[in-house]
């Protein structure tokens, strides 16, 4: 195998034997060969839609299934194996439809598969990433595919709140096939910035998916303790697994906690009509062996960020949508027109202990892009009064690697006269700290979930247009993110795209990014690596 997509992998260079996330080195040759799937469905799609519009479904399809690649979301060989299947049918519907061999260098792209699954794990050295033998080639096809993955998991998450872009399959076919493709360095340069174009749409689209469905997050503070009944614990980001799951679990007297990136959820005023949701129960990702072990009810993984599963809680473990892990149970879809069927989960639940505590008090977030804009005249009055100097942003992800430590020592060193933007589970790193406020506005504006990084450009370029600034790069914002896997890939080519300059992304730099792409990135954007923790607090307040 060979694996460098996430920030953890191997002396950041690659996962070789064994992926750090978990997977094996079939589960790896297995994700390949879905992503080489894809490519040829791609290949196909382009050339059929020249002959007019192609059904949506494969497009949906592709959506689904690069979703079930990005990191921690979906260990399950066989469903992997089905995904592949699937993918073949739909491949051979367009080339029986096309009848013409697209361009591109996929091999032997009619038949390149038998139906033997047993030659699925053989083909993979063919198909995975080392397959590109140039090293800067290889690396900008990655950085577009990890884009485009980021971009798949927030399009799945809108089209099951029934909005779907035909423009943003579009894309995500075109990137695909590129990569089969000999261009050159700036068309795939280009390409990768287009990404960065999607990446906001994308963002835009789940934007608006979730404020239509639940409403403007507000200000709200969640509860971190527990209650003395049985509970339901419900992780990863997908809100209307939530929404089907407090309203099946209604009236039946058992409490549901969210987990990890499921926090945010508490934040929409559709959510807040359920008095059995009644607190977050952890933090991040990372530490969910421990913490579902002492929850003792059921979970429910709704999407990515699984590590894997201790015996001593897989017969409570459960997965929906693309996650999956072996041996632990799946929820399937949701028939057309009809929820998801969670009746395994709550009578399970019915038989456990209540969650045992580990904390307790109060955590505060629903700073989306309506909330904060709300209060623009009190952001407004202390900027111009000096009262807030800088706002720096803390978006993206968590990890286990103890140099993420930089970010807690980041906001505790940060300036009084400082606010922390954030979005993603980064901020489990400083989200219980007791930083204060500033005037009323506190020191952590947390915006919500990943999906939701998109409040905060939408904030920077409200304040742009309020504070009357010709260039994004010249509001008092310094941007300091963690980054862990796929979407925030997506997060960062969006921010790129919007012009933003000078961003810290830690705690190391992407491993797929090769010496000369690095360079790239770095004279362009002025991209940068987190350093010591003094030295960037100090270039930030000086705003370089």
């Not at 530490?287 to 579902?292: G, L, R």
């Amino acid at each position: 195998m060979f694996c460098y997509q996430c920030q953890e992998t191997a002396k950041n260079s690659g996962c070789t034997i064994k992926g750090v996330c978990g997977k094996t080195d079939r589960t790896a040759g297995l994700q390949d060969l879905l992503i080489h799937v894809l490519r040829g469905i791609s290949l196909w799609a382009l050339e059929a839609n020249k002959q007019g519009p192609i059904d949506g479904k494969y497009g949906e399809f592709i959506t689904r299934a690069l979703f079930a690649t990005i990191t921690n979301a979906n260990f399950d060989d066989e469903r992997l194996v089905a995904l592949i299947r699937e993918g073949l049918v739909l491949r051979d519907e367009l080339r029986t439809a096309t009848g013409t061999l697209p361009p591109g260098n996929l091999p032997d792209a009619a038949t390149w598969y038998s139906d033997d699954v047993a030659e699925f794990h053989s083909k993979a050295a063919s198909a995975g990433v080392q397959a590109t033998a140039n090293e800067d080639v290889r690396s900008l096809r990655e950085l577009l595919i990890y884009g485009i993955k980021g971009i798949a998991a927030y399009a799945d998450h809108a089209a099951l709140l029934g909005h779907v872009d035909p423009e943003i399959h579009a894309f995500m076919m075109e990137g695909l096939a590129s990569t089969t493709q000999d261009l050159g360095v700036d068309d795939m340069v280009n390409l990768v910035m287009k990404a960065g174009e999607m990446a906001v749409k994308t963002m835009a689209l789940l934007d608006k998916a979730n404020t239509g469905a639940y409403g403007n997050p507000e200000i709200t503070s969640v509860n971190i303790g527990v209650r003395n009944r049985p509970g339901i614990l419900i992780s990863g980001h997908d809100l209307k697994d939530m929404e089907e799951l407090l309203e099946q679990t209604a009236g039946t007297g058992i409490d549901v906690y969210t987990h990890g990136e499921m926090l945010p959820a508490h934040y929409y005023p559709f959510f807040k009509k359920y008095d059995h949701l009644v607190g977050n129960y952890g933090g991040s990702w990372w530490k969910q062996a421990e913490e579902f072990e002492s929850f003792a009810g059921p979970i429910l993984m709704t999407t990515n960020c699984i590590i894997p599963v201790k015996d001593s809680y897989k017969d409570r473990f459960f997965t929906t949508g693309m996650a999956g892990y072996p041996g632990a149970r799946h929820i399937p879809d949701r028939p057309d027109g009809h929820s998801k069927d969670f009746s395994e989960i709550i009578a399970l639940a019915r038989k456990c202990s209540p969650p045992r505590e580990i904390e307790h008090g109060q955590i505060t977030g629903g700073f989306a892009h309506n909330q904060v804009l709300a209060l623009a005249d009190k952001v407004v009055a202390a900027v111009k009064s000096g009262a807030i100097k800088r706002f720096v942003v803390m978006a993206g992800c968590d990890g286990r690697q103890k140099s993420r430590g930089y970010f807690t020592d980041i906001a505790q060193e940060l300036p009084d006269d400082t606010v922390i933007l954030t979005a993603g589970c980064a901020k489990y790193r400083y989200n219980k700290l007791d930083l204060g406020d500033i005037g009323g506005i506190p020191r952590v504006l947390d915006a919500g979930q990943c999906n939701d990084s998109y409040s905060l450009a939408v904030i920077a370029l409200k304040l742009k247009e309020v504070f009357g600034l010709d260039d994004i790069n010249e509001l008092p914002i310094s941007y300091d993110i963690a980054w862990y896997e796929q979407k925030a890939v997506a997060v960062l080519l969006a921010l790129l795209y919007l012009g933003v300059k000078g961003i810290r992304l830690g705690p190391t730099l992407p491993g797929f990014l090769s010496p000369n792409v690095a360079k790239v990135l770095v004279e362009k954007f002025d991209l940068k690596p987190t350093g010591e923790v003094a030295a960037d607090i100090h270039a930030m307040m000086a705003g370089v």
